[in-house]
């Protein structure tokens, strides 16, 4: 079973930053969209960012201006780069690979800030 390797989560204070990587390079499929999912505590999984194979990204309003999403074609890599964190993105990172014929998700780091 294929597996993407998160890393990057921890514990950080208000107004910190952390930055998550996922590697999908055992994926042997082209690979289109790339993106970070997250679930809250008793929230529903939702959508963080988004970048395609071309580079063009999508953010959650929530995020925008704070994170950025980047990828290594290369090394079929995206990572996330989470500036000026709030309490409120405090919940479970999940990467999602898109290849021609499913997607592929990560098994999840936590990440959590302090107020």
């Known amino acids: 079973q294929v597996q993407l390797v998160e890393s990057g989560g921890g514990l950080v204070q208000a107004g910190g930053s952390l930055r998550l990587s996922c590697d999908a390079s055992?994926?042997?499929?082209?690979?289109?969209?790339m993106g970070w999912h997250r679930q809250a505590r008793g929230k529903q999984r939702e959508l963080v960012a988004t970048?395609?194979?071309?580079?063009?990204?999508n953010y959650v309003d929530s995020v925008k201006g704070r994170f950025t999403i980047s990828r290594d074609n290369a090394k079929n890599t995206v990572y996330l780069q989470m500036n000026n964190l709030k309490p409120e993105d405090t919940a479970v990172y999940y990467c999602?690979?898109?290849?021609?014929?499913?997607?592929?998700w990560g098994q999840g780091t936590q990440v959590t800030v302090s107020s």
């Open positions: 055992k994926i042997m499929l082209s690979i289109n969209a």
């Open positions: 999602a690979v898109d290849s021609v014929l499913r997607r592929y």
């Open positions: 970048i395609t194979s071309g580079g063009s990204t």
